[in-house]
């Protein structure tokens, strides 16, 4: 049973316009989320996180916001650039368990 | 910058063979994990150490086992490898154990044939 998905596998934008990739939670005692971004033959990256007590945190043309009544969080990239395709996964934990839970994964491909 | 090193980026076994992938990091992190990860299922937590010596079982710890002798290196070990062990495994650290981000090595794609 995932705890934590992302339901599109793929999202194909164009260059300049705002990317929202999604992420929804099962677990309510998850109170710490992240974004990571991997390149092929590349790990993943950290990108930016975000905890239970705030609903939204920005950097830079990142940000990232966090419905907790709807387990769900987003992250928006604006504008997207030819850089930020890759493969962006959501994880989440609870401050009691040092395990992060991963979502699948969206590819996000900005198109020209 | 944190640096996480893997000690091959690809490798091909045959079914039944022993397999030791190497992972070392050079940010003095007591923690660090061996993930898999496998096309729409993310990564998943084979086993993790937050100390020398010591480890814990992730979600799928079955058929490998995992040493760590010294602070900066952590070996994964794939005991009698087998064809559904062909992945992409991802080694990684960090500083705390929870709310911390995660520094990931390269990855190896292993292959068991």
């Known amino acids: 049973d995932q705890q934590v998905k992302q339901n599109s596998p793929s999202l194909s934008v164009q260059e300049g316009r705002i990317s929202i990739l999604n992420c929804d939670y099962t677990n309510s005692m998850f109170d710490y989320f992240l974004w990571y971004k991997k390149y092929p033959a590349e790990g993943p990256t950290f990108l930016i996180s975000?905890?239970?007590i705030k609903d939204k945190n920005e950097d830079g043309r990142f940000t990232v916001f966090l419905n907790k009544s709807a387990k769900h969080l987003s992250l928006h990239i604006v504008p997207s650039q030819p850089g930020d395709s890759a493969v962006y996964f959501c994880a989440a934990s609870e401050s009691s368990n040092y395990q992060l839970i991963w979502g699948a994964g969206t590819k996000l491909i900005i198109k020209p | 910058d944190v640096k996480v090193t893997q000690s091959s980026r690809y490798l091909v076994k045959r079914t039944g063979e022993k397999v030791f992938l190497e992972c070392v990091q050079d940010?003095?992190?007591?923690?660090m994990f061996w993930y898999r990860q496998d096309p729409g299922l993310g990564l998943r937590l084979i086993y993790f150490?937050?100390?020398?010596?010591?480890?814990e079982k992730g979600d799928i710890p079955e058929g490998y086992s995992v040493s760590r002798e010294k602070k900066e290196r952590f070996s994964l070990i794939l005991e009698s490898a087998s064809t559904n062990q062909t992945s992409m495994y991802l080694c990684?650290?960090?500083?705390?154990?929870?709310?911390?981000?995660?520094?990931f090595g390269p990855g190896t794609r292993l292959t068991v044939l």
């Open positions: 990684a650290s960090s500083l705390q154990l929870a709310r911390n981000e995660q520094f």
């Open positions: 150490s937050y100390d020398v010596k010591m480890k």
């Open positions: 975000i905890s239970s």
């Open positions: 940010m003095d992190h007591e923690n």
